[in-house]
Nanobody
Framework: QVQLVESGGGLVQPGRSLRLSCAAS?????IGWSRQAPGKQRELIVR???????LYKDDVKGRYTITTDNTKKTATLSMDNLKPDDTAVYYC???????????WGQGTQVTVSS
């Protein structure tokens, strides 16, 4: 069973930065982050593929950056200029390299508030 373990959520003031990390138990074909705000559907915000291509949701472009280390099987999401609308549970998710099955982490809360 593939496991994705997130860390790094918390409470941050608007305009500040926060970094989330995700550690995978196996090599991944793709990895990224989704989020679910209260009362809203879960949405994909960034996905990076092993070949290097990366997709960002429009409202996080220029503020969020994903970096990955295929050797360490980790992904980091750097979030800058955070806004109250970024408040959500953030989930690491991705496809394993072997079977291209989709897996999800347990989620980590990010709250942006003054």
């Amino acid at each position: 069973q593939v496991q994705l373990v997130e860390s790094g959520g918390g409470l941050v003031q608007p305009g500040r930065s926060l970094r989330l990390s995700c550690a995978a138990s196996t090599s991944m074909y793709s990895i990224g982050w989704s989020r679910q705000a209260p009362g809203k559907q879960r949405e994909l915000i960034v996905r990076k593929f092993r070949g290097g291509s990366t997709l960002y949701k429009d409202d996080v472009k220029g503020r969020y950056t994903i970096t990955t280390d295929n050797t360490k099987k980790t992904a980091t999401l750097s979030m800058d200029n955070l806004k109250p609308d970024d408040t959500a549970v953030y989930y690491c998710n991705g496809q394993d390299l072997k079977d291209r099955e989709e897996y999800w982490g347990q989620g980590t809360q990010v709250t942006v508030s003054s």
